[in-house]
């Protein structure tokens, strides 16, 4: 649907309106214009007429006219395109149709987003009216809500925004994205804060302390929990994978022991965007998350004193039961991501860490050793269950205690050169 067109329907009938001394000419040309833009309008939609009542219908995007006449018809479907459409009466909506597209955690950030700034902001705003002074200017009052904004955070709110321009564009509300060429000045948000690398990986010393202190309050409570610590540190799991495992999930081939992930645990998100409890979805966070691993000693030694706790605990070990349940006063439940992260740090407060790390940081630890122990970027990619390189390189750190960069480094110096040339090896030699 051409919205110029609606406009000047509009226009038309306001000229109509204001001009008291229009001669009949005038008012003649005036109706034939309307006339032969609402026909043009009207032309691309089916009206029918059912058999039965012989009432008439038709569908103007997903919504039902139905009237006694053809005529009756044709009034609604221009008044319901005329109205006035703020982003106010299309969000309910726009959300509706990213509850169907997204995951829960991003559709909430939507809803996080439009409450704190766009519905105070331009919530009232006839989105056909939007214009790129009014992208500037809503910036502008984002920043004053927010001081502290990073580029990151604008842009990720930036990303919600072109996702709600362009429901619109489906729906033909707007022929294009009003802020496309909104680009905002490099020194206009706050430089994000710096994190060393070290502070987002656990170096050997403070995995293998985490690690002693699971098994220790393993033993000492007889809860699995702390068993997901160490198979987290040897498969690089997402939190909710751990704790969506299964036991009929292990595999054998030849002599080797595989684990297969194939579903996740997630947090239950009601339709307000409020969570309660967790619930358990039959697939990954995507596709190339559905991976089968291969299990180290540590990793099969741990799920055998899994399986061993949880039979003493009167808790069953079938195939289709969860790897990671408890007893408590008779009742069984999921152990859920919150409880393996909050024993996490903990265990990092108990070994005096300096920096109290979470459950992904330990799955950049698994993949940054991955990687430096020489296994190829393309196996780390897909152990990791990434739909990407770039994911998975965003992943791998390079830790304080890596000597491997120090020896890279030397061969910069000025006598490591000199020894290189004076060296009998490798002789240069310079064509004529």
């Known amino acids: 649907m051409d919205r110029k067109l609606l406009?000047?329907?509009?226009?038309?009938?306001?000229n109509l309106r204001l001009c008291d001394n229009i001669s009949l000419e005038e008012a003649?040309?005036?109706?034939?214009?309307?006339?032969?833009?609402?026909?043009?309008?009207?032309?691309?939609?089916?009206?029918?007429q059912l058999p039965n009542d012989g009432l008439f219908w038709c569908r103007v995007y997903g919504t039902m006219i139905q009237r006694k006449t053809r005529r009756e018809v044709e009034d609604?479907?221009?008044?319901?395109?005329?109205?006035v459409t703020?982003?106010?009466?299309?969000?309910?909506?726009?959300?509706?149709?990213?509850?169907?597209?997204?995951?829960?955690?991003?559709?909430?950030?939507?809803?996080?987003?439009?409450?704190?700034?766009?519905?105070?902001?331009?919530?009232?705003?006839?989105?056909?009216?939007?214009?790129?002074?009014?992208?500037?200017r809503f910036l502008d009052r984002c920043i004053e809500i927010y001081p502290g904004m990073t580029r990151k955070y604008w842009n990720n709110m930036r990303c919600m925004i072109n996702q709600?321009?362009?429901?619109?564009?489906?729906?033909?509300?707007?022929?294009?994205?009003?802020?496309?060429?909104?680009?905002?000045?490099?020194?206009?948000?706050?430089?994000?804060?710096?994190?060393?690398?070290?502070?987002?990986?656990?170096?050997?010393?403070?995995?293998?302390?985490?690690?002693?202190?699971?098994?220790?309050?393993?033993?000492?409570?007889?809860?699995?929990?702390?068993?997901?610590?160490?198979l987290l540190f040897n498969l690089g799991l997402r939190d909710g994978e751990l704790c969506a495992l299964k036991w009929g999930d292990m595999e054998h081939a030849g002599t080797h022991e595989y684990i297969h992930v194939q579903r996740e645990m997630v947090s239950d998100v009601t339709d307000e965007g409020k969570t309660k409890g967790f619930t358990i979805l039959a697939h990954c966070k995507t596709p190339a998350g559905d991976r089968r691993l291969l299990l180290n000693k540590e990793a099969i030694e741990a799920l055998r004193q899994i399986r061993e706790i949880n039979q003493k605990n009167g808790i069953p070990c079938e195939m289709d039961d969860f790897i990671f349940l408890r007893k408590r006063?008779?009742?069984?439940?999921?152990?859920?991501p919150r409880s393996i992260d909050s024993r996490l740090r903990r265990y990092c407060r108990e070994a005096g860490?300096?920096?109290?790390?979470?459950?992904?940081?330990?799955r950049r630890t698994t993949l940054t050793n991955l990687y430096n122990a020489g296994m190829p970027l393309k196996k780390v990619q897909e152990f990791a269950g990434h739909s990407s390189l770039k994911q998975t390189m965003d992943y791998i750190r390079i830790t304080d205690d890596d000597i491997e960069t120090m020896q890279y480094i030397e061969t910069l110096s000025i006598d490591q050169v000199k020894e290189f040339e004076d060296s009998n090896i490798v002789k240069f030699r310079r064509n004529a």
């Open 353 to 362: 860490m300096s920096v109290i790390k979470s459950p992904h940081d330990i």
């Open 76 to 83: 609604a479907i221009i008044k319901m395109l005329s109205v």
């Open 86 to 136: 703020t982003i106010d009466a299309i969000f309910p909506d726009y959300l509706e149709i990213r509850k169907r597209e997204v995951s829960a955690t991003t559709w909430r950030k939507d809803i996080y987003y439009y409450e704190t700034y766009i519905h105070p902001l331009i919530g009232s705003r006839n989105v056909r009216r939007l214009t790129i002074d009014d992208g500037y």
């Open 329 to 336: 006063k008779g009742n069984i439940s999921h152990i859920s």
């Open 7 to 14: 406009d000047g329907i509009s226009d038309d009938f306001s």
């Open 164 to 230: 709600l321009f362009q429901y619109c564009i489906d729906r033909r509300f707007i022929s294009e994205n009003p802020w496309r060429n909104v680009k905002p000045k490099k020194d206009l948000f706050t430089p994000p804060r710096y994190t060393r690398d070290g502070d987002t990986v656990f170096t050997r010393q403070e995995q293998q302390a985490v690690c002693e202190r699971a098994k220790a309050d393993a033993l000492r409570t007889r809860r699995s929990a702390p068993f997901g610590i160490i």
């Open 28 to 48: 003649e040309s005036l109706v034939e214009r309307i006339q032969l833009k609402r026909k043009e309008i009207l032309q691309q939609f089916d009206i029918k």
